[in-house]
């Protein structure tokens, strides 16, 4: 089993910026693709970035390219998002996931692609 935990929401002027965390544990070591994806108000949950923990290759939504940057520390177990320049359009749940698997991940960020998922952490960001 797989839990992970994410922390560092919170409220924030546009402009800003925050950064993420989500701390894993249990049998993460089959998992080689994490992510962050988000669920705005009303709106379907949506892949933000992910990274591939083998190689480090990362993949970005447009809507996030350029202001995002994910990472992840071994030592710690624990996957980053840093988020600068938000936007209002940024408030949403963030929720931290983990594909089943060794394999890379995809450059299409999905929801439906990912086993394990945290509990959230709610980013909001005021003009």
């Known amino acids: 089993q797989v839990q992970l935990a994410e922390s560092g929401g919170g409220s924030v002027q546009a402009g800003g910026s925050l950064r993420l965390s989500c701390a894993a544990s249990g049998n993460i070591y089959g998992s080689n693709c994490m992510g962050w994806f988000r669920q705005p108000p009303g709106k379907e949950r949506e892949g933000v970035a992910a990274?591939?923990?083998?190689?480090?290759?990362?993949y970005y939504a447009d809507s996030v390219l350029g202001r995002a940057i994910i990472s992840h520390d071994n030592a710690k177990n624990t996957l980053y998002l840093q988020m600068n320049s938000l936007k209002p359009d940024d408030t949403a749940m963030y929720y931290c996931?983990?594909?089943?698997?060794?394999?890379?991940?995809?450059?299409?960020?999905?929801?439906?692609?990912?086993?394990?998922w945290g509990q959230g952490t709610q980013v909001t960001v005021s003009s």
């Open positions: 990274t591939s923990l083998g190689d480090g290759v990362s």
């Open positions: 996931a983990a594909r089943r698997g060794g394999g890379n991940c995809f450059r299409n960020i999905l929801p439906g692609d990912f086993s394990y």
